[in-house]
């Protein structure tokens, strides 16, 4: 099983560590890909060296009940979503979330959790550290500078390590801080505890560089959570826990004296709800309580927030987050799972994390000394992130780690069986899971390559763009759509390369045709996400396109269109301007003025 153990171990660090420089969305993908499949071959090892004699690995017990349950209704409300597609592969350019990465998660939940309890807890945690180490590492040269690849500028001003964004670094970084605690707690030598020391200290300055104030108090939670587990251990190590303390006091004594204006200001205002960015994350919360309630307790479908929420603005939300920000995520997860899958999606949260919070803190509690103190790293990790989704969302990276210690620390554990209990699985009927499990991973192979096959062709048609190359960015962007045709920033690139390439031209026949591609892109668009009011304002400005180029007598379908996009998002102003001008092209002067 130490095979299995280690498989589990490799692949979380993957997700974490892994990202592609060269495509457009170079972080997150190659992430849920190695989720996705990898999950799969964790199953598949696991299937094919465990010899289930007692019956165990079809037996319940720990979070099975609970996470079935969330599982259950996830797929539910992607059957019976208002986009399915979305619903089950998540969204677009974050790759969180959606059927698939949850029932991955679950796989790796199931695997950890029927692996020997110090083998899963010894692979999950050093996994973690291990890939932490990596990734703070590679932080660390982006914000010095030397870091060669694209995003080095914006690496400068916030770390952003192998994730993309420094508000995906810090959901990391808290679940880390409580693990590598407990390291330094159990290490043996002080050559190793000064190790571990400097490690907390390049993590919790980058935790505060990231400027994520959801992470920060999750971390503070976290360790005074992981002190009061530990007190027995804690109080007779006095010398340990005052450089632990005086190392916190310096790292935060020298960022408030020496660190940038910009960290010590976010701590200035750390618990004002009155800031810009905390007061429209309250009126996006107050969205959502609009949003389930207009719902009456029933979902629209996974990850379809940011299709419902611009029906439910208000102007008080519009002017802080601006003209065009469209709220895909309630930045509350409670609240998000809510919205989108209803009243038994919210039950089924609250019975998952119920149940994990009560079975781990029996489990840590009722551990030896020196066990306890790794386990609380794992349980104090998990609770930081959970503090930390309150305010924001989980990410791929850290879900796959947060399933993976609820199996460790909650599930059902394997070696514990009796082994009279339970049915043991023909020979055939393991040897059919296995060839189902070969089947789905090359399915999600070929799924994953066309994906960043996609993403690729659609960065090289936006460097082709910037040479001003339309002929061939549009070969570029043709490649994108046929290869991932729900990408919903591909229709956009493709229909602007259109546009340019039919403004270039000087034959009419050639002008009017790429014109009519562009509106032909945005109209295939538009019946993949029929809800979505973008896709409506992009279909109706490539009409007026042609209404004003070639007097085409489609200017009122342009004015339907605008006015169902109003209708999905009445506070968008870029949608009445346009309307304005739809009216004001077709001599309606005073439906302008009114529109304007």
Same mark, same amino acid.
């Given at each position: ?192 505890? !000064? ?5 907390? +200290? /390049? @993590?919790?300055?980058? #935790?505060? $560089?990231?400027?994520? %104030?959801? *992470? &920060? ?121 809510? !919205? ?5 999606? +919210? /039950? @089924?949260?609250?019975? #998952?994390? $119920?149940?994990?919070? %009560?079975? *781990? &803190? ?235």
């Amino acid at each position: 099983m130490r095979v299995c153990a280690r498989s589990v171990g490799l692949i979380l660090a993957a997700v974490a560590v892994l990202f592609l420089p060269w495509i457009e969305d170079g972080f997150e993908l190659p992430k849920a890909i190695v989720l996705h499949v990898g999950s799969l071959i964790a199953v598949g090892l696991f299937l094919f060296y465990h010899e289930p004699r007692d019956g165990s690995w079809t037996k319940t017990g720990g979070l099975d009940r609970p996470v079935a349950a969330f599982l259950a209704v996830a797929a539910f409300f992607t059957a019976f979503s208002i986009h399915p597609h979305l619903s089950f592969f998540g969204q677009y350019r974050l790759y969180s979330g959606g059927l698939w990465s949850f029932f991955s998660c679950g796989l790796l939940y199931w695997v950890a959790s029927r692996l020997p309890a110090e083998a899963a807890q010894k692979a999950v945690s050093r996994s973690l550290l291990g890939a932490g180490l990596l990734v703070l590492l590679y932080a660390a040269v982006q914000h010095a500078g030397w870091d060669p690849l694209p995003w080095r500028e914006a690496s400068r001003l916030s770390p952003i390590a192998t994730f993309g964004s420094p508000f995906k670094f810090a959901p990391f970084l808290a679940l880390l801080l409580p693990v590598a605690l407990s390291a330094y707690w159990l290490s043996p030598r002080p050559i190793s505890r !000064v190790f571990w020391l400097a490690f907390i +200290a /390049a @993590a919790l300055f980058e #935790l505060l $560089a990231t400027m994520g %104030r959801g *992470a &920060w108090l999750g971390s503070i939670v976290a360790l005074i959570l992981w002190v009061a587990i530990n007190w027995d251990d804690v109080k007779g190590q006095r010398a340990r826990l005052l450089r632990l303390v005086g190392l916190i006091l310096l790292v935060l004594l020298g960022l408030w004296l020496f660190g940038p204006s910009s960290i010590r200001g976010r701590m200035a205002v750390f618990l004002n709800w009155h800031e810009g960015s905390a007061a429209n994350r309250v009126e996006l919360w107050r969205m959502a309580l609009r949003m389930i309630s207009d719902a009456k307790g029933w979902g629209s479908g996974l990850e379809t927030f940011g299709l419902v929420s611009p029906a439910f603005e208000t102007l008080k939300f519009r002017e802080g987050v601006g003209v065009s920000e469209i709220a895909t995520n309630a930045h509350n997860e409670f609240l998000h799972i809510f !919205v989108t899958t209803g009243l038994m999606g +919210a /039950a @089924a949260y609250a019975w #998952l994390w $119920a149940g994990f919070l %009560r079975l *781990a &803190w029996r489990r840590v509690a009722a551990s030896a000394s020196g066990q306890r103190v790794l386990l609380s790293g794992l349980f104090c990790g998990a609770v930081a992130h959970w503090v930390y989704a309150q305010f924001n969302f989980g990410t791929t990276a850290t879900s796959a780690y947060l399933w993976a210690f609820m199996g460790v620390l909650a599930g059902p554990k394997a070696e514990a069986r009796s082994p009279a209990g339970g049915a043991v699985p023909s020979v055939f009927f393991r040897r059919a899971v296995l060839c189902l499990i070969g089947v789905l991973v090359l399915a999600g192979g070929y799924r994953g390559a066309l994906d960043l096959a996609a993403d690729r062709s659609f960065k090289n048609m936006q460097f082709l763009s910037r040479r001003l190359q339309w002929l061939q960015a549009a070969d570029a962007g043709e490649k994108a759509v046929a290869l991932n045709p729900w990408g919903s920033y591909y229709p956009m690139s493709l229909a602007a390369a259109y546009r340019a390439l039919s403004q270039s031209c000087v034959n009419l026949a050639d002008k009017v045709h790429w014109f009519n591609e562009a509106s032909r892109v945005f109209q295939d668009h538009l019946r993949r996400y029929p809800l979505d009011p973008d896709a409506h304002h992009n279909y109706a400005m490539s009409l007026m396109w042609r209404a004003l180029e070639f007097k085409e007598p489609v200017i009122e379908a342009a004015l339907e269109e605008e006015k169902k996009a109003i209708a999905l998002a009445p506070l968008f102003p870029d949608f009445w301007n346009a309307l304005g001008q739809m009216h004001h092209f077709a001599g309606r002067i005073d439906e302008a003025k009114s529109a304007w």
